[in-house]
C-alpha cells in the first residue's frame, strides 16, 4: 500500500468522526488507567457496567488500596479474569501512592513497570489521558492493518511500529480510535460488513464480503 492509499484511509475515517473518544468511561487519568487495566480481553461495556458502581466508593489510588482486593474483587467478578485484574489494580495503585504521588505517570517506562500494564495498555493512558499520540495496537487493529494492508505484521508489536512509520503525522493522534472503532462495527473477525465500509475501494482485503 502506497503513501497516497494511507493519507486517503485516514483523511476518510477522520471525516467520519474529526474527534473519536475512547469508549470506556472514566473522569481522570487514574479511572482511565483501571479501566484500561480492566478492558484486557473483555469489552468495554462490561467494564463500564463495573466501574459504574465501582468508582463512586474507590476513584483514587488512596481509596481503592482502602477498599481491599476482596472487596475490589466484588465490584468486577463481571469480567474476565477479575482476580487477577483485582489484584493488580490494588498493587498498581500502592505504587503509584508510594512512587508517584498518587498521580498516573506521563511516561511509558512509569506505566509498563505497573502491574498489569502492558505496552497497549501505556499507550492508550499516554494517547488519551496525556495527548500524545502513540498508538496501541489491540486484536482489531492488527485485524484490520492486516486485511487492509495499511500495516501487515506478524505481531501487534509489528504493526505498531508500522503504523507509527506509515501514518502522516497530521492522524496519528486520532488513528488508534479510528482503527478501533472500523474493526469493532465493519471489520469484525467473523465477517466483515465491507458494502458498508467507507474505505472498502482502498482496501486490500481480497475476500470482500459481498451485499
Known amino acids: 500500500m502506497n503513501a497516497s492509499k494511507r493519507r486517503e484511509i485516514f483523511s476518510r475515517l477522520r471525516a ?37 458502581k465501582l468508582y463512586p466508593v474507590a476513584n483514587t489510588p488512596a481509596a481503592m488500596v482502602e477498599l481491599g482486593e476482596e472487596n475490589l474483587t466484588g465490584y468486577v467478578r463481571t469480567i474476565g479474569l477479575f482476580r487477577t485484574k483485582a489484584k493488580n489494580v490494588i498493587a498498581l495503585s500502592k505504587i503509584l501512592m508510594a512512587e508517584h504521588g498518587a498521580r498516573v505517570p506521563a511516561s511509558r517506562e512509569a506505566l509498563e513497570a505497573l502491574p498489569g ?5 501505556a499507550n492508550v493512558v499516554l494517547n488519551i489521558a496525556f495527548g500524545q499520540p ?18 501487515p505484521g506478524k505481531d501487534p508489536l509489528r504493526v505498531e511500529e508500522k503504523l507509527n512509520k506509515f501514518t502522516p503525522e497530521e492522524f496519528k493522534q486520532h488513528a488508534h480510535h479510528w482503527l478501533i472503532l472500523l474493526g469493532r462495527y465493519v471489520c469484525m473477525a467473523r465477517k466483515p460488513n465491507c458494502p458498508e465500509c467507507v474505505i472498502r475501494d482502498l482496501c486490500e482485503y481480497r475476500p470482500k464480503t459481498k451485499a
Open 16 to 52: 467520519l468522526d474529526p474527534s473519536p473518544r475512547t469508549e470506556l468511561e472514566y473522569s481522570s487519568p487514574y479511572e482511565l488507567l483501571v479501566a484500561v487495566v480492566l478492558s484486557a480481553q473483555a469489552t468495554d461495556k462490561s467494564v463500564n457496567l463495573a466501574t459504574a
Open 117 to 121: 500494564v502492558g505496552r497497549k495498555t
Open 134 to 151: 502513540t498508538i496501541a495496537v489491540d486484536t482489531h487493529i492488527f485485524r484490520v492493518s492486516n486485511r487492509t494492508g495499511i500495516a
